[in-house]
């Protein structure tokens, strides 16, 4: 089947740095991908629509500014968490789109 | 605005046991149903898809069945095993946006 991959798998930061999430598909052209985040103990919660050029669309409740996507090619999204806080560290998983949806691995975030 | 419940919320039982977990959904245009698996720490395992047309899917221990006019969905373990302990995750995917909705999860327990 079609792999999403994503990189790091985890990282950790310091409070008030940013870091960025990298979200691949290795052999298909990916026209839409999907940033979702989960916090220790609930369920995935989509945060934005991310379409290849154009400006990402945002769920209600997430912080555009905060949370920068790009999705500059058809293989390639990134999720950037600007000055992160410890309140932002959660695991965020992409999925991207050709015909059907296939999920990444997802990055472990922890910010000290 | 489309929900996704599950129910229970957690479940232990002795191993051997069949066992049935739920998915409840609001809204019934869906592209999608699909039933994910995810241990402690880690990502999303797909274990079994159903379109929309379909009524269900089979894969060696596991059933899922699809009744979208009710807005349910049941994934059936057959003769459960320690192995299967994990978190089950239902997600419906929208029609015409792709994007997944994922219930709340059922995390279960089998014991030994």
């Known amino acids: 089947g079609a792999v999403v991959s994503q990189h790091p798998s985890w990282v950790i930061c310091k409070s008030g740095t940013s870091v960025k999430i990298e979200c691949r598909s290795l052999d298909f052209q990916a026209t839409t991908m999907f940033w979702y985040r989960q916090f220790p103990k609930q369920s995935l919660m989509l945060m934005a629509t991310?379409?290849?050029?154009?400006?990402?669309?945002?769920e209600q409740g997430v912080e555009k500014d905060k949370f920068l996507i790009n999705h500059a090619s058809l293989t390639l999204s990134t999720l950037t968490v600007t000055s992160a806080h410890p309140e932002d560290s959660s695991f965020y998983i992409c999925s991207a789109r050709s015909g059907a949806v296939f999920f990444g691995q997802g990055t472990r975030l922890t910010v000290v | 605005k489309q929900e996704v419940t599950q129910i229970p919320a957690a479940l232990s039982v002795p191993e051997g046991e069949n066992l049935v977990l739920n998915c409840s959904f609001t809204?019934?245009?869906?592209?999608?149903l699909q039933w994910f698996r995810q241990d402690p720490g880690k990502g999303l395992t797909s274990l079994l898809l159903i379109q929309s047309s379909q009524r269900e899917q089979t894969s060696g221990r596991l059933n899922a069945s699809l009744d979208k006019s009710s807005g349910r969905s049941t994934l059936y373990i057959a003769a459960s095993q320690p192995g299967d302990s994990a978190t089950y995750l239902c997600a419906v995917c929208t029609s015409g946006t792709y994007k997944y909705i994922f219930g709340t999860g059922t995390r279960l327990k089998v014991l030994a």
């Open positions: 991310s379409n290849e050029g154009s400006k990402a669309t945002y």
């Open positions: 809204d019934s245009a869906i592209y999608n």
